[in-house]
């Protein structure tokens, strides 16, 4: 059984990263998908309320786990008996971060691959921070979000 972990912040999840697990579970027999956090340094969500979004923007994909973790992901994919995990790219400008970042873990745990996923152009350039930076400015960010995701900003203006 092929299980791939798809790590990141997700504060809050978006149509691209979405777009991301989807393939993923087309390539792998379980995907979990793990909001990494650190009790020292707070998103804007916090983790409880990320989780609960995850959850509700990913009914209906049966292959998919929810969980949250701190510490390395090479340690918790370890733990999780996963062999990959999934990045996404957007532009260019990710690309060094999540090379270092790739390399780092491969030379931490040889054993555990990182595999580079791509969105539908549509979504290719969502990220979290600009959600927040359009919700944060009363923009309409209903095309770039789950449902669940935008009553939950909804209910905060
Ligand atoms: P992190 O803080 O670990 O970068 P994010 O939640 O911002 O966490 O992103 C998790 C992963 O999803 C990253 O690999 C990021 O590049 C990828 N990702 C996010 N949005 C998109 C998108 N629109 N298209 C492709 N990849 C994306």
Redesign the pocket.
Known sequence: MKIAI??????P?????L??LNTATLIFDKVIIAV?HNSEKHGFLPVETRLKLIQESVKGLENVEVDAFEGLTINYAREKGASVL?????AVS?FE??MQLSQANSSLAPEIKTV????KPK???????TIKEIFLNNGDISKFVSEPVFDYFSNLQ
């Open positions: 798809y790590p990141g912040s997700f504060d999840i978006t149509k691209g990263h777009d991301i990494a999934i990045r996404g790219l957007r990710d971060y999540e580079f996923l791509t969105t979504y290719n350039f969502i990220s979290s921070s």
